[in-house]
């Protein structure tokens, strides 16, 4: 149980962050027996992994530079609407990391791609299992996904992502006529072939999935706080959060999970990782909209359409301008337009626009391990694959702060690999 001390919270474990995974990582250190606060500013799951698309992408396995990004970058930079696009005032202090993705570009991708593939794997299993003892099973959607293409080429050139899929034992048929129609009735004609994932799974909403984890970690004694974090330290003796306007809390380990933020809270620990954030937009359609029947893929636009239990949720594309620029929904509203083309019918009326950060590192792989200081741990960067991941990082943050060998080689995934 958490211990109030005076005016301090004493816990085993502290961690900055309620998002997916943060709150991943309370659920499993609580089965653990562990007393564990989670300090969060705005509460469970309320930014980034509210809005997201709810798809679980065990499948996604290519790392982002590896998607033929680098072939398609010039056409996509020159249009300031499409799939990627990079603010002109964002662009030095972007340069670095950019410099680094080319580079992860350049690289043999089989190391990462057999990195994320372990960790998608060992995702699967960590969710079903979690969503079983969570009592939230119910709101798991195994529909699979359709990946969409509109020429002859542009299948043929996914064909050497499925390839290495099959090196993995991922499934996937390819589909074309009545059978893609049958999968999704109503799609526009200029689509000649897809993809189908049948292992591809979502769920029925992100932010309600997120809350009914939050409720299970939350009966094993886990306690959230509402502040901002604006000192920390980590030492052999223990970690110490202060907050503006609450006690500050103490505990054995600090876990760093907050997302797009978390790069520069492992700044004050001296370590320097190069994490940026890929700002995503998405319009959710009220309930009725268009009948989607599974996740809809739209990768040569770079969004996706999701059926959700709130909503028809048309989002993606990929914006560098930091954290601090205001948010362009004109993207936003362009991804809607396509989608009214992409499914005829589509009723876009009465939409609620969003933005969120996603926090990417440069090759893909999330940061999962310890830090420079003692008692410090690194659970954050998962990009676009924060929902889909969390219940594995979960499981490997419990492994390191019980001291156990990891499910594992966290070396990929290494904080110090940079």
Known sequence: MNKQTGTVTDSDVVIIGAGIVGICVAAMLAEQGRSVTVIDRTGVCEETSSGNAGALAISDVLPLAHKGMMKNLPKWLADPLGPLTVSPRYLPALA?????????????????????????QLAEIEWLALLDRSGARPMLREDGSLELYESESEFRASLPGWAVRDRFGIGYRHVEGEEMAALQPGLSRQFVKGTFVPSWKSVSDPMLVGKAIWRYAEAKGARLVVGEAIALSASGDGALVSMLGQPPVRGRTLVIAAGAWSHLLAARFGDRIPL?????????????????????????????????????????????????????????????????????????EGGCEWMGYRPSLPDSLPVIGRGGAPNLIYAFGHGHLGLTQAAATGRLVAQL?????????????????F
């Open 96 to 120: 670095p990391w950019l410099w680094r993705f080319w580079r992860a570009s350049m690289a043999d991708p089989v190391p990462a791609i057999a990195a994320q593939a372990g960790l998608m």
């Open 276 to 348: 940026d954030t890929e700002r995503g937009y998405n319009t959710t359609l009220p309930v009725g909209a268009f009948d989607v029947r599974r996740h809809l893929v739209f990768s040569g636009h770079g969004f996706v359409i999701a059926p959700l239990e709130t909503g028809v949720r048309v989002g993606g594309a990929v914006e560098f301008a930091g954290l601090k620029n205001p948010p362009n929904y004109a993207r936003s509203k362009a991804m809607l337009e396509k989608a009214r083309r992409f499914l005829p019918g589509l009723k876009t």
């Open 401 to 417: 702060v019980e001291g156990s060998t990891p499910a594992l080689d966290l070396s990929p995934f290494s904080p110090s690999r």
